[in-house]
C-alpha cells in the first residue's frame, strides 16, 4: 500500500475479530471495550458461522462512538480446499443465513460428540455437556473442548491440546462441516453482504486465490498476521487489478492462542467507506453467472 494511503486516513478499523459466540474468548462487549481503548473508529465482528454477538457489540459501541459493521466468517470448501469466506455489512436477520447458521450449529454438536468420544475411549474423560457448558451460548468448536482438556489437567496448553490431539492429522480429529464456496459467497450476498476472501496467503496459492476470485469475490483480506509485507503488497496489487476492494484485521481471537492483539493489524477507514460505496449494489447478476472451479 502506497503513502497517498495512510496520508488521508480518517481513523484506522479492525475487521476481523472473534467472541466468544464463536471460539473467542471475550464477549462482544468487552472486544468494543478494548476497541474504544484503542481509538478505532470501526470494527467487524466476524464470528466462525455465526452472527450472535453482533447485536451485543452494536449495542455497546452505540456508548462509546464506535462502528460495528456486522460480519461473519463462513467455513468453506473448494476443490478439498480450506477456504475462509468473510461476510461484510450483512443482513444477518436474513432468514436464509440464519437457517445456514442453525445447520452449522447442529454440525459443531455433532463434530464435538464424535471428538468427546475419541478422547473418551483414549482415556480422557470429558463429558460433553462440560464442553458445552464453556462454550456458553456461542457455537460449540475445538477450542472449547482445548480448553476442557487443560482444566481437566490432561494437557498443559492449548497448543498441546491440538498438537497431541484436536489439530489436522491427530487421534481425535473430526473434519468440520463446510458449505462450498460458491455457495457461501451467494449466500453472503443473498444477505446484502459483500464476500472477502480471508486471509488468502495463509493455506492457498496464490493460483488457487486467483481461481477463486472469478466466483464473484467482492474483496480480499489483504492485512492479517500471517501475512509479511510481500503477501500484503502481492494481494493489494492482485486486488487492484481485479476491481476488488481490500480489507484487513488481526483475526483475534483473545489470549488464547498467543493470537495477534486487536488494535495491531488496522486498515484505513477509507478502506471501509470503499466497501460501504458497494454495499447497495444488485450482487444477483454476478451471482447467475458465477464460473466453477
Known sequence: MDSKTTEKCLGWADLHLHTNRSDGVFTPTEIVQKAAELEL?????????????????????????IEVIPGIELSTSTRQLDVHILGYFINWHNQEILHYIRLFQQERLKRAEKIVAKLNSMGLK????????????????????????????????????????LGNGKPAY???????????????????GL????????????????????IGLDGLEILHPSHNETKINYFYQ??????????GGSDYHGD??????????????????????????????????????
Do not use: C, W
Open 41 to 65: 473508529v470501526a470494527i467487524s465482528i466476524t464470528d466462525h458461522d455465526e452472527v450472535g454477538g453482533i447485536e451485543e457489540a452494536q449495542q455497546a459501541a452505540e456508548k462509546l462512538g
Open 238 to 247: 492482485l486486488a487492484l487489478k481485479n476491481n476488488l476492494l481490500v480489507s
Open 126 to 165: 470429558l463429558s460433553l455437556d462440560f464442553i458445552l457448558e464453556k462454550a456458553g451460548a456461542g457455537s460449540v468448536g475445538r477450542p472449547h473442548i482445548a480448553d476442557a482438556l487443560m482444566e481437566e489437567g490432561y494437557v498443559l496448553s492449548y497448543d498441546e491440546a491440538f498438537y497431541k490431539y
Open 256 to 293: 488464547r492462542k498467543g493470537n495477534a492483539t486487536i488494535g495491531n493489524y488496522n486498515i484505513p477507514y477509507q478502506f471501509v467507506i470503499e466497501m460501504k460505496k458497494a454495499v447497495g449494489k444488485s450482487r444477483l447478476l454476478v451471482n447467475q453467472n458465477f464460473q466453477k472451479i
Open 174 to 192: 473430526e473434519p468440520k462441516y463446510k458449505i462450498s464456496t460458491v455457495d457461501a459467497v451467494r449466500l453472503i450476498h443473498r444477505a446484502q
Open 195 to 214: 464476500a472477502f476472501l480471508a486471509h488468502p496467503g495463509m493455506d492457498l496459492s496464490n493460483e488457487d486465490v486467483t481461481q477463486l476470485i472469478k
